[in-house]
């Protein structure tokens, strides 16, 4: 009778610590990709959506075109959105960040708009009459009056771009998503999950993180809710 490997390893088991022992610097590798990823996505989305809105918010005739564009790239499916890029950019981690940037636009424009369009129009016509010039209110008004909304569609944003980082696997750029796509085509069972788990870890950390800084930032909401 053959005796069973004591290893998990050699077992193959789902939970191994020894995979943990053993793998922890390839882990560490992928988890430091991850972020990386996803943060310069968010980043530049953020930097892209936030003239977006106001361009939106400041010609009404530009809100339906800039909505439009963003829903529809949203709808483009991850596979063909990296294919449409791939010409511009080859295998590389730029291809996977700017298709992650572009799917948060529509996210990241549709509440930074919404946020703007909610400051109430005798706060606007108040700073006006005391003064403020277009950049001025926007700045010190408008903007600091939308972020709840701003932090709620960032916060989607971010944790929507930590699942789709693993996307850039089939491009060899996915994070955590280069080992789940290895250990799935090698049935390797603790990588696979061990990869996962740290993904869904990784997207409830930035949620929890980003709503402290929202809180933080806006206490006068926290004081008109109590």
């Given at each position: 009778?053959?005796?069973?490997?004591?290893?998990?390893?050699a077992?193959?088991?789902?939970?191994?610590?020894?995979?943990?022992?053993?793998?922890?610097?390839?882990?560490?590798?992928?988890?430091?990709?991850h972020?990386?990823?996803?943060?310069?996505?968010?980043?530049?989305?953020?930097?892209?959506?936030?003239?977006?809105?106001?361009?939106?918010?400041?010609?009404r005739?530009?809100?339906?075109?800039?909505?439009?564009?963003?829903?529809?790239?949203?709808?483009?499916?991850?596979?063909?959105?990296?294919?449409?890029?791939?010409?511009?950019?080859?295998?590389?981690?730029?291809?996977?960040?700017?298709?992650l940037a572009?799917?948060?636009?529509?996210?990241?424009?549709?509440?930074?708009?919404?946020?703007?369009?909610?400051?109430?129009?005798?706060?606007?016509?108040?700073?006006?009459?005391?003064?403020?010039?277009?950049?001025?209110?926007?700045?010190?008004?408008?903007?600091?009056?939308?972020?709840?909304?701003?932090?709620?569609?960032l916060?989607?944003a971010?944790?929507?771009?930590?699942?789709?980082?693993?996307?850039?696997?089939?491009?060899?750029?996915?994070g955590?998503?280069?080992?789940?796509?290895?250990?799935?085509?090698?049935?390797?069972k603790?990588?696979?999950?061990t990869?996962?788990v740290?993904?869904?870890?990784?997207?409830?950390?930035a949620?929890?993180?980003?709503?402290?800084?929202?809180?933080?930032?806006?206490?006068?909401?926290?004081?008109?809710?109590?």
């Amino acid at each position: 009778m053959t005796t069973p490997p004591d290893d998990c390893l050699a077992r193959n088991e789902w939970i191994c610590g020894a995979y943990l022992r053993t793998r922890r610097h390839i882990l560490l590798d992928a988890v430091l990709q991850h972020l990386q990823l996803v943060t310069a996505s968010v980043v530049i989305g953020l930097l892209v959506a936030v003239p977006l809105a106001v361009l939106a918010r400041r010609m009404r005739r530009a809100a339906a075109p800039v909505l439009g564009v963003t829903t529809v790239l949203y709808t483009i499916p991850s596979l063909a959105m990296f294919s449409l890029l791939l010409p511009l950019y080859g295998l590389s981690a730029t291809l996977v960040v700017t298709g992650l940037a572009l799917y948060s636009l529509t996210l990241l424009v549709r509440n930074i708009l919404a946020g703007l369009r909610a400051v109430p129009e005798e706060t606007r016509q108040a700073a006006l009459g005391m003064g403020y010039g277009p950049i001025r209110l926007l700045l010190t008004v408008e903007l600091p009056l939308a972020l709840p909304a701003a932090m709620a569609g960032l916060r989607i944003a971010t944790v929507s771009s930590v699942s789709l980082v693993t996307v850039g696997a089939v491009v060899g750029f996915g994070g955590l998503g280069n080992l789940i796509y290895a250990g799935m085509n090698t049935y390797f069972k603790a990588q696979v999950l061990t990869a996962s788990v740290l993904c869904v870890l990784i997207a409830v950390a930035a949620d929890v993180l980003l709503l402290a800084v929202q809180r933080l930032a806006t206490p006068w909401a926290r004081a008109r809710s109590r």
